[in-house]
C-alpha cells in the first residue's frame, strides 16, 4: 500500500514546483478542463465538498486520461491518481478481505486496471471515474481468481441495488455502461437480476404492483439484450 503514500507525495511535490499549475495553462490551451483555471479549483471540482456537476468532472478527468495517456504527461499522470487515491482505496478495501495475494501485488493490479481503462478514454466519454474504478477492480478480481482455486463474484455496488445480489464483475461493468448511456435505469437494474422469491420485496420497494413490476423487469432485460448484443 506504500504506493499509494508514493503517489501522494508525487502530487505535493509536483505541487509545491508550481509544475502542476504550469501544466495546466498547457492543457486550456487545447481543451477546456472542466472550465478551471488553477490547480486549487480543479481540485475542488473533483474531490472538495462544493462538488463540480457530473459534466464538468468528466471533462478534467477525460482531460487528464488523454494527456496521460496519449501525449504521455507525466503530470498529468501524477495528478489523476492523486485525484483517484480515495476511490482506489475504498476498492481496495473492499476486496483487502478476499484476496489471497500479497498486499502490493494488489494495488499494483488495481493501477493497472486503473491505467488500461485510462487508456481506453476518449474525448466523448461519459461517466469516466466509475469506469476507471471499476476497470481497477476487474483487473484486480481477475488476478485474485488466477490465484484463487474457487472463482470470486463480486457485489455489485450501485445505489437502490439489493445488497445481497451478486453479479460477475464483468457484467457489472457493462451494466454501469448501460445505466450511465441510458439504457436502463438503476431501478430497472434492481428489477432485472430479480427472481420469483424477490421480485414481490422489490415490486413494494418501488410502490409497484407485483404485475408491473414484472412487466418493467421484462421491458428492461430486452433494452438490455438488445444494447448488450450491439455493444
Not at 439489493?162 to 453479479?167: C, N, P, Y
Not at 434492481?190 to 423487469?217: H, K, P
Request: proline share 1%; charged share 25%; with cysteine.
Amino acid at each position: 500500500m506504500d504506493m499509494f503514500g508514493a503517489m501522494d507525495r508525487a502530487f505535493e511535490a509536483e505541487l509545491a514546483s508550481g509544475r502542476l499549475d504550469r501544466a495546466l495553462g498547457e492543457w486550456r490551451r487545447t481543451r477546456d478542463v472542466g472550465g478551471v483555471e488553477t490547480i486549487e479549483e480543479l481540485v475542488e471540482r473533483c474531490r472538495g465538498p462544493a462538488f463540480g456537476t457530473p459534466q464538468q468532472k468528466d471533462e478534467i478527468v477525460v482531460s487528464l486520461c488523454v494527456e496521460a495517456c496519449q501525449s504521455d504527461d507525466q503530470r498529468a499522470a501524477i495528478l489523476l491518481c492523486w485525484l483517484f487515491l480515495p476511490g482506489l482505496s475504498q476498492v481496495l478495501q473492499a476486496l483487502y478481505s478476499s484476496s489471497t495475494i500479497d498486499d502490493d501485488d494488489l494495488v499494483a493490479d488495481l493501477l493497472t486496471g486503473f491505467w488500461e481503462a485510462a487508456s481506453r478514454v476518449t474525448q466523448d466519454s461519459r461517466c469516466v471515474a466509475r469506469y476507471l474504478l471499476l476497470g481497477a477492480r476487474r483487473f484486480a478480481l481477475k488476478s485474485m481468481r488466477g490465484a484463487s482455486r474457487v472463482g470470486l463474484s463480486v457485489e455489485y455496488e450501485a445505489a437502490d441495488v439489493d445488497a445481497g445480489m451478486l453479479v460477475d464483475v464483468e457484467v457489472s461493468d457493462r451494466i454501469d455502461r448501460a445505466v450511465c448511456e441510458g439504457i436502463v435505469s438503476r431501478s430497472d437494474v434492481d428489477l432485472v437480476f430479480t427472481t420469483r422469491a424477490t421480485i414481490g420485496e422489490v415490486a413494494a420497494r418501488y410502490q409497484l404492483s407485483l404485475g408491473a413490476a414484472q412487466q418493467a423487469r421484462h421491458r428492461a432485460r430486452a433494452r438490455l439484450a438488445v444494447w448488450l448484443n450491439q455493444s
